[in-house]
Structure formats: structure tokens, C-alpha cells
């Protein structure tokens, strides 16, 4: 039981918890009895103070209520522990004066929950009897954050359910990008769940383009992190690509040079632009343009209208980008991969996607030489 070791362990870093612990005799401690399923949680301060239950009413009275120094206020009922809500702003010491709270727990069926093993266990800590709960699982914030995010956004509309995604999202947001990007799809999935119009695509096409430009900066790649590294290095081996003077004849394709700097300077201008959109659909709909461009520009001439494959695609994309060498193009690539809807990722626009992708995959193996 990791909370209890690391009360025992580290009671200097827990001295406020000690103390809540130890001097409020109502006071209980949650023990879970299975460690935390998520590999990057931690068994920290925060989470301690999660697992930390106060009554919400006078010392001498029962209470089934209960509120912890973190703000999640609960409910005990049988052997269950039902979340009620997620408080931002308390006074604990106000809130455990009286119940705040009138609970109708037959109204909670959709509530998170936790089942309690057992209960009025006493254990030591600092030569004291503290209060013991024993729970199956440890209490998940994150659930806990989601659950309510969803709970108040029944019975709004639309543009209100937007309005409070964006506003809940920048006061809780994820901590990492897949975090994000998993919270995005979750809503996202959930209105299109709710829509029954006949344009639901093209109405949930604006509410991506614009949650991803109102949270773009929480979306799009860390520019500190290892994926960013991964870029520069990338556009820095483009560069020198360019230093060795590649030419067609490195790709086996035979195109005048008037075609070639036609589809460079045509399609390299779009790619370029994907560093300047914010949104996925929109950044899909800049590749996909590529690559009308330069199938346009091949099968302007007729003898070549029959020839263009990927075989003579693919190169062609990546003399372009080389040429071009458009900044952040892997993360780009990837922004589209995990924030535009998947259902929209099939025909034209899944294979124009999965050919750029195939070009870093060629790019990054060295392919051109």
C-alpha cells in the first residue's frame, strides 16, 4: 500500500497530511489496494491529498459526506464511495462546519465509483491511530476531470458545449500531447454521438478547425520535445540533400526542367503553408492540393497521362520537398494523423496522407541519394 509506505517514508514531505491525519480524529485515509493503472502516475502529494477524506459536517455528528483537501467531494453509501463532484475553491474548515449538500445518490448511476473493502480499520502513523479505508482502486483525477467535463455539457447546445470544452480544457489541460489529443477525439466523438442533421460533417468539420485554433498551442508538438529534435534533424538532412544538387535522374523520373520548377514552386508554396494553418482539415486539404498540382502539371502532357503512379508520385514529392524543405513537416504530418477525425482520413484524403507519410519514411531511411 503505497500511500501508507510513503507517509511512513517521507514524512517530511507530507507534514500537512500528517497532520490532518493525526489531529482530526474524523479524518480517513483511502488505501487502494491495487496500485495505479496509469504508468505515469505517481504516488505523490497530490495524489495523497485525492485519497484523503473529511466529514462535512460537525465532529460529532455522522456524516456520509466528504470532501477532500483537494477539492473531490464525495459520498460513502454501502460499500461504495461515490464521487459527487469536483469543487476548484473551498474553505475545508467552512465546508466541514455542515453539509453543503442535499445528495440524492439514486440520481448519481453515471457518478465514478469506487468500492470499499473495508472500513473502520485503524492503523499507526507517528505513534497515533489513524482512520483506515481500504479501496479496490486508487481514486483517477483524470476521471475524475473527464466525467465532469462530460457532465456539464449535457443539455447545452452546441456552441455552449464548445464554449465550456475550450474553457475547462485550458484550466485542466492534458499533460502531454496524446493526453490532448485523446480528450479532443473523446469530445469530439461525443458530438458527433448527438448530432442528427443531415451536414454533420461539415458541422463538425468547423468545430475542429476551430477548438484546434483556439487550443492549437496545447495540440501541435512541444517545440522542446523529442518529435521537434526528430524535425530539425530532418530539415537539417533536407538541407544537405540540397547541397548535393538532386536532380531527377536521382529519382528516376524523366520531367522537363520547366515541369519541375513549375510543381516546386506550385506545390513547395502549399507545403510551405502548412506551417500557418491551424487547423487539420485544412492542413489535409494543403497535401491533397500538392498533390493535384502535380498530377496537373505531369499529365499536361499527353503522352505522360497514363504513366503517373505512385512510383512517379512519390519521387516527385520528395524533390519537392527537399527543394522546398517546408518547416515542421513531421509534426504536421502527425497533427493531421491524431487530430483530424478518422472517418474523414479514407479516399483521396487517406491517400494523399499516407503518401506524405511514406515520403519521411523514405526521406529518414536515406532513400535519396
Known amino acids: 500500500?503505497?500511500?501508507?509506505?510513503?507517509?511512513?517514508?517521507?514524512?517530511?514531505?507530507?507534514?500537512?497530511?500528517?497532520?490532518?491525519?493525526?489531529?482530526?480524529?474524523?479524518?480517513?485515509?483511502?488505501?487502494?489496494?491495487?496500485?495505479?493503472?496509469?504508468?505515469?502516475?505517481?504516488?505523490?502529494?497530490?495524489?495523497i491529498m485525492d485519497h484523503i477524506l473529511i466529514p462535512m459536517k460537525e465532529e460529532e455528528e455522522?456524516?456520509?459526506q466528504m470532501i477532500s483537501p483537494s477539492g473531490i467531494h464525495s459520498v460513502i453509501e454501502g460499500d461504495q464511495l461515490i464521487i459527487a463532484n469536483?469543487?476548484?475553491?473551498?474553505?475545508?474548515?467552512?465546508?466541514?462546519?455542515?453539509?453543503?449538500?442535499?445528495?440524492?445518490?439514486?440520481?448519481?448511476?453515471?457518478?465514478?465509483?469506487?468500492t470499499i473493502l473495508a472500513s473502520h480499520i485503524q492503523l499507526s502513523l507517528q505513534d497515533q491511530q489513524i482512520n483506515v479505508i481500504?479501496?479496490?482502486?486508487p481514486i483517477s483525477r483524470k476521471e475524475i476531470i473527464d466525467w465532469t467535463r462530460?457532465?456539464?455539457?449535457?443539455?447545452?447546445?452546441?456552441?455552449?458545449?464548445?464554449?465550456?470544452?475550450?474553457?475547462?480544457?485550458?484550466?485542466?489541460?492534458?499533460?502531454?500531447?496524446?493526453?490532448a489529443n485523446k480528450t479532443f477525439l473523446d469530445f469530439m466523438q461525443e458530438l458527433h454521438q448527438d448530432a442528427n442533421d443531415d451536414d454533420d460533417d461539415a458541422s463538425l468539420d468547423k468545430i475542429e478547425s476551430f477548438l484546434c485554433e483556439q487550443l492549437y498551442d496545447y495540440f501541435f508538438t512541444d517545440p522542446h520535445g523529442d518529435e521537434a529534435m526528430q524535425g530539425e534533424a530532418l530539415e537539417s538532412r533536407i538541407a544537405a540533400f540540397n547541397l548535393l544538387d538532386l536532380d531527377l535522374s536521382h529519382l528516376g523520373v524523366s520531367l522537363s526542367?520547366?515541369?519541375?520548377?513549375?510543381?516546386?514552386?506550385?506545390?513547395?508554396?502549399?507545403?510551405?503553408?502548412?506551417?500557418?494553418?491551424?487547423?487539420?482539415?485544412?492542413?489535409?486539404?494543403?497535401?491533397?492540393?500538392?498533390?493535384?498540382?502535380i498530377t496537373e502539371t505531369v499529365q499536361q502532357d499527353a503522352e505522360k497521362k497514363e504513366l503517373l503512379n505512385t512510383d512517379i508520385l512519390l519521387p516527385l514529392l520528395i524533390y519537392t520537398i527537399v527543394k522546398t524543405n517546408p518547416k515542421n513537416l513531421l509534426a504536421n504530418l502527425k497533427f493531421i494523423q491524431q487530430f483530424r477525425r478518422s472517418d474523414q482520413l479514407r479516399g483521396q484524403s487517406g491517400y494523399c496522407l499516407t503518401n506524405m507519410v511514406r515520403t519521411k519514411k523514405e526521406r529518414k531511411g536515406g532513400c535519396v541519394r
Not at 507534514?15 to 491495487?34: E, G, M, Q
Not at 462530460?150 to 496524446?178: C, H, M, W, Y
Not at 514552386?265 to 482539415?281: C, D, M, S, Y
Open 1 to 47: 500500500m503505497l500511500v501508507l509506505s510513503q507517509l511512513q517514508n517521507q514524512q517530511e514531505d507530507f507534514i500537512d497530511i500528517i497532520n490532518i491525519l493525526t489531529k482530526n480524529s474524523k479524518a480517513i485515509v483511502l488505501l487502494p489496494v491495487s496500485i495505479p493503472s496509469h504508468p505515469s502516475a505517481i504516488v505523490d502529494h497530490e495524489f
Open 62 to 64: 455522522e456524516s456520509d
Open 86 to 114: 469536483l469543487i476548484e475553491s473551498f474553505d475545508i474548515h467552512q465546508l466541514s462546519k455542515k453539509s453543503l449538500f442535499s445528495l440524492d445518490t439514486s440520481h448519481m448511476k453515471n457518478h465514478p465509483r469506487y
Open 134 to 137: 481500504l479501496i479496490q482502486k
Open 150 to 179: 462530460q457532465d456539464a455539457l449535457k443539455g447545452l447546445s452546441t456552441s455552449d458545449k464548445v464554449e465550456k470544452f475550450i474553457k475547462q480544457f485550458k484550466k485542466n489541460p492534458p499533460r502531454t500531447t496524446e493526453g
Open 257 to 293: 526542367q520547366e515541369e519541375m520548377n513549375t510543381i516546386v514552386k506550385l506545390a513547395g508554396a502549399r507545403l510551405q503553408e502548412l506551417n500557418t494553418i491551424k487547423g487539420p482539415k485544412e492542413k489535409l486539404d494543403a497535401i491533397i492540393k500538392t498533390h493535384q498540382i
